[in-house]
Each structure stands twice: as structure tokens, then as C-alpha cells.
């Protein structure tokens, strides 16, 4: 059904286009689909107004190549989509509509209007979310279900990770030009003379290449020793909130926007961690063996009540002799002796068995599971990365693929 509604809204615009003294140009074909003069328009107003860029002639002129490699790229997701019977509802599109109109900070249920008086058509706003919706599906049915990551690798990354413990980490968004693109080093100086902070999202959805998942874009930390040496130095001096210059690497043009930057904390190897909440029960230095017997008891009957740090934390704040809380994860070398006794074997959200001490009677409990060693802790945020970095390369391997075996014609802009 939506099919036949994209199709008659198609028919009506170029009828319309006609209709009012356009001349209708083929600039594309795409197999069978064609991509007309129109439809370049249409996307290319489109573009300009999300980015909140002027409608200038000299600056309509230098995207309309990548405005058009969009284009096409787009009629390829959605036709091999639809080969493969992949298909989005109408409520999924309209959810993303939401989205932009919440990050457009404009009414709910009011773009397409909004943006019918500027002259840009229901259609082209709906094919742009429609052809991402698809191809998200499409990756995830081909590709990224059935990413796997050898533990070697893991292991490998982990060890050059040990290595380079302590160094600064970078969260970035960034507008990619593929230097497979023609007069890519033209395109991305364009886009970089005018991109600003408000608009760099929306811009690099609109021309980045490469894998660009909805809503996804600031979710992006890189440590340095895995960045390229181009891009490490073009963003070392940049303040949180900077936008790097057209940057170069093997692969293509980057422009960085630098969200945050940490230090990593210096990794030690093998390590035993422990997350801990504790309860104290204060007694006095001359021993009181009456109210020593009492809160042992008192601890031995929370035992059988109390599940899970937020319910000892809890109880701690409610019963006036208590003293504590969550103490966060402590290395094994940092816990004495007696305390790792009453820890062996012990469950996670249990309390312990009394333990006492000069300060008084404690009783511990694990917020979660210990950590046997580092790579224990670090070993699915480093898989995370590495599934990341194996799907993109393989949806730009898919997306290349997919481009040979069709037949596409450009004609003269």
C-alpha cells in the first residue's frame, strides 16, 4: 500500500512540475527507476533546510553531485530491500518523522505541512526515512546478526589497550567523504565552510558517507591510538564543542566534531575486583560483648531479609546506628585480609557473615559479580567496538557490491 502511495505522490509531483512550466530532465537511472531533474530539487531543498543552509546558487551547484549520489544510493537500498522483502509500516515512518520534529524543535505531527509551504513534497522526506529504515534492516538481517568476533581478536585488541592504558579517549561525530567519490576533496570543503554546531547532525545525515544508523551519531568514543594519525592531530587541539577542519586519511575526507574527551584510567593486569555496599555497626574501643552478641544476631537475621545493594543502602539510611553504603569497586589488593575471607564464595546481593574489626561489626555485600582480572572487564566493551568497526566496513563492502551489479546512467546536471 505505501508502495502505490509513493508511487501516485511521484506521478502527481512531476505532473504538477509539468503543469507549471518545469521541463522534467532524466539526470539518472537507476535499473529501472529513473531520478529526474525534479526529484533533485525536491532533495536537494530538502538538505538545504534540515542543515539550515542558505538556498544559494553557487552552493546548490556543489552539492547537487552528492545531493544526486544520495539519490542513487538511496533507489539501490530500497530496491534490493524490496527484492529481499524487507519492508518498513507506515507507523515507522511517521515515528521517525516525530524524531526529526522533536529535534527540529517544531510541533508533532506538523513537518510534512511545515515543510509542503516550502515547497518540498511529502515524498521526499518520506522516501529519505523510508530508504535508512530499510537499509538499518536490511544490514541487520544480512550483516550484523551474524558478526561474530574471534577471541584472538579481542584478546589482541585488550593487549594493545593495556599498552596504551591511560591515554585520552574521544567522543566524536563526524561528516565522512569516501574518496571513491569524485571531487570528494571539492565536496567536503564545501560542506565545511558551512557547518556549525547546530547543524553538523543534520548534515552529516544528509552527505556523509558510509553507515549512518538514526539518532546514533554522538555515541562514537575512540582512543587515540586507534585513531588515524591525520585525524589524531587535527583534533588534539580542539575544545569540547570544535569542528576540525577537512581532514584526510586513507579511506577519504573527515570533518570531526569533538563532543568530550577523558583521560582512560591506566590499566593493570590481572586485577581482582570487587563492587561492594557495606553496614557498620560502631562499638565502643572498651569491648561490649552484650551489644556485640546483639549485632551479630542483627546481621545473621538481615541476612535472610535484605536482597541486593539498593535494599542495604536503603536499610542504612532508615535505622539510626547504621553507617555505610556503597563503596564502589575496590581491588582485592586494597581489601584486608579478613574481609576477602568473609567475600569467598559469597553471592552476589547477599550480606556476609559479621565481620569484626576496631571500628565494629560489618557486614558486606557484592553489588556484582567479582571481576576476576581485567580483560574480564573490558572484554564486551572491547567486542562492542570491534562488531561496530566489522559492520561498517562490511555495509560499505555490501553497498559496493550492490552498485556494480546495477545499471546506472548520470546524464549532464
Known sequence: MLNLILTTFSIFFILNSI????????VAKVNNEIITNIDLENRLK????????PNESELRERLKPRVLDSLIDEALKIQEANRLGIFVTNKEVTDQINILEE???????TLLKEYKIKEIPEITIINQIRSQLLWEKLLYGIIIKNVTVSEKKISETYDLLLKKSGETEYNISEIFISSDNLEAEERVNSIYTRVNNQNFLLLAEQFSDGVVFLGNLRNNWARESLLDENIKRGIFELDIGEISQPLKSSSGYHIILLNDKRKTKKIKENQTIYDLSQILFKTDNKVDTNSEAYYIEFLL???NIITGCNDLNKLIEEIPEGYGGQLGKIEAKNIEKKFLTALKDLSVGKLSDAILTEDGIHGLMLCSPVTNNTYDEFKNSIEANLRRSKIDSAAQSLLSRIKRKALIEINNL
Open 46 to 53: 530538502l538538505a538545504l533546510e534540515l542543515s539550515n543552509l
Open 103 to 109: 529535534r527540529l524543535k517544531i510541533e508533532k505531527n
Open 19 to 26: 503543469v507549471v512550466g518545469y521541463e522534467v530532465k532524466i
Open 301 to 303: 537475621n538481615l541476612k
